[in-house]
T-cell receptor, first 115, second 114 residues
Framework: QQPVQSPQAVILREGEDAVINCSSS?????VHWYRQKHGEAPVFLMI?????EQKGHEKISASFNEKKQQSSLYLTASQLSYSGTYFC????????????????FGQGTELSVKP | KAGVTQTPRYLIKTRGQQVTLSCSPI?????VSWYQQTPGQGLQFLFE???????NKGNFPGRFSGRQFSNSRSEMNVSTLELGDSALYLC?????????????FGPGTRLLVL
């Protein structure tokens, strides 16, 4: 039931782009993306909802393919501050809103941006 | 607006003891979820509380329990601590309890069981 993230790790140079994927075996209502730096709490980046609604940041975008239960996070023109571990959390397993706030997280993707 | 706060931030206990962790959600948020984070198992859902009622529960033994107060503050308790309970315990708050609600995490309580 845990979503699978790929790649597990990626190293970038400043200014390069990256894509992180999240795949679930269950129908979903929502996909939540977070970034966590070492020793800190996860920070909210983006939420994608069934039906296509998307909320998030300017320089970070994401897509959600409901039929395939897959989401991708796009980081463009990466900056040093983008370094950290990215987690996707899936919610509403079964595809409905009324499943409460339980999120199941992937194993994380470690992203390192070098100067 | 203040973020999610958790106390204490660090805790050292010995096996067999019990521990209580506290979480204060963002003002106006009524849902609090708890997660355990370890290097081996990653981020795992413990339980969610909304309007003082447990809404969801993860696959953890009964030693893990929680509650929520009328002001939405939440506590979780772990009884008879085991070495494997050493982890970062995170709480997250959201406005409501639907699957499309954004959850905001607190800084966490790092528990070490010796």
């Amino acid at each position: 039931q845990q979503p699978v993230q790929s790649p597990q790790a990626v190293i970038l140079r400043e200014g390069e782009d990256a894509v992180i994927n999240c795949s679930s075996s269950k129908a979903l209502y929502s996909v939540h993306w977070y970034r966590q730096k070492h020793g800190e709490a996860p920070v909210f980046l983006m939420i994608l909802l069934k039906g296509g609604e998307q909320k998030g940041h300017e320089k970070i975008s994401a897509s959600f393919n409901e039929k395939k239960q897959q989401s991708s996070l796009y980081l463009t023109a990466s900056q040093l501050s983008y370094s950290g571990t990215y987690f996707c959390g899936t919610g509403g397993h079964g595809g409905t809103y009324n499943q409460g706030g339980k999120l199941i997280f992937g194993q994380g993707t470690e992203l390192s941006v070098k100067p | 607006k203040a973020g999610v706060t958790q106390t204490p931030r660090y805790l050292i206990k010995t096996r067999g003891q019990q521990v209580t962790l506290s979480c204060s959600p963002i003002s106006g948020h009524r849902s609090v979820s708890w997660y355990q984070q370890t290097p081996g198992q990653g981020l795992q859902f413990l339980f969610e509380y909304f309007s003082e009622t447990q809404r969801n529960k993860g696959n953890f033994p009964g030693r893990f329990s929680g509650r929520q107060f009328s002001n939405s503050r939440s506590e979780m308790n772990v009884s008879t601590l085991e070495l494997g309970d050493s982890a970062l315990y995170l709480c997250a708050s959201s406005l409501g309890t639907g699957s499309g609600e954004t959850q905001y995490f607190g800084p966490g309580t790092r528990l070490l069981v010796l």
